[in-house]
T-cell receptor
């Protein structure tokens, strides 16, 4: 049973516009959420995180929003750039060192 | 500073054969993790070493998988005998601090070892 779900396998956005990547989770015990970015033939790299006690965290062009009541988080990228084209993984954790990942969303930013 | 390195980058073997994947963590990192991504699916946790000790091996699929980290440096993950469903990309990750430092992104992943079982 998948505890972290990314229901959109792909997303295409024009350069300069906003990219919104979504993630849903089922386990209310999760207390930390992260987004990782992955380019082809590379390992995932950390992008941004949020604690469950917050509802928003911002880092430059990247903002993560957490809606605990809906068990939903989203990653906003504004403005989107061609270099943002990658697979984005949502991940969550509770009380342990291990991460539980979603299946990923492939973002393509076109000119 | 060298990142997490994994070898081989790609291995193609036949069902029933043995494969050993190696991971060299970032120097000084006590925590070493193995994850796996089967094609198109989520990245799944396999196990976690703290130095040479297995802290959590709850994600290991079955006893065909054996992970070791002798001396607390590099780690190997052996699959014996390999089955078709073992195909995927095996990622190794390392971090320096124990406990969770998610907000600083201290978990570093290698490029992965792609395993294809025919």
């Amino acid at each position: 049973d998948q505890q972290v779900k990314q229901n959109s396998p792909s997303l295409s956005v024009q350069e300069g516009r906003i990219s919104i990547l979504n993630c849903d989770y089922t386990n209310s015990m999760f207390d930390y959420f992260l987004w990782y970015k992955k380019y082809p033939a590379e390992g995932p790299t950390f992008l941004i995180s949020i604690s469950s006690i917050k509802d928003k965290n911002e880092d430059g062009r990247f903002t993560v929003f957490l809606n605990k009541s809906a068990k939903h988080l989203s990653l906003h990228i504004v403005p989107s750039q061609p270099g943002d084209s990658a697979v984005y993984f949502c991940a969550a954790s509770y009380n342990t060192d291990k991460l539980i990942f979603g299946t990923g969303t492939r973002l393509q930013v076109f000119p | 500073e060298a990142g997490v390195t994994q070898f081989p980058s790609h291995s193609v073997i036949e069902k029933g054969q043995t494969v050993t994947l190696r991971c060299d963590p970032i120097s000084g990192h006590d925590n070493l993790y193995w994850y796996r991504r089967v094609m198109g699916k989520e990245i799944k946790f396999l196990l976690h070493f703290v130095k040479e000790s297995k802290q959590d091996e709850s994600g290991m699929p079955n006893n065909r998988f054996l992970a070791e980290r002798t001396g607390g440096t590099y780690s190997t993950l052996k699959v014996q005998p390999a089955e078709l469903e073992d195909s995927g990309v095996y990622f190794c990750a390392s971090s320096q601090t124990s406990g969770r430092s998610w907000d600083t992104g201290e978990l570093f992943f290698g490029e992965g070892s792609r395993l294809t079982v025919l």
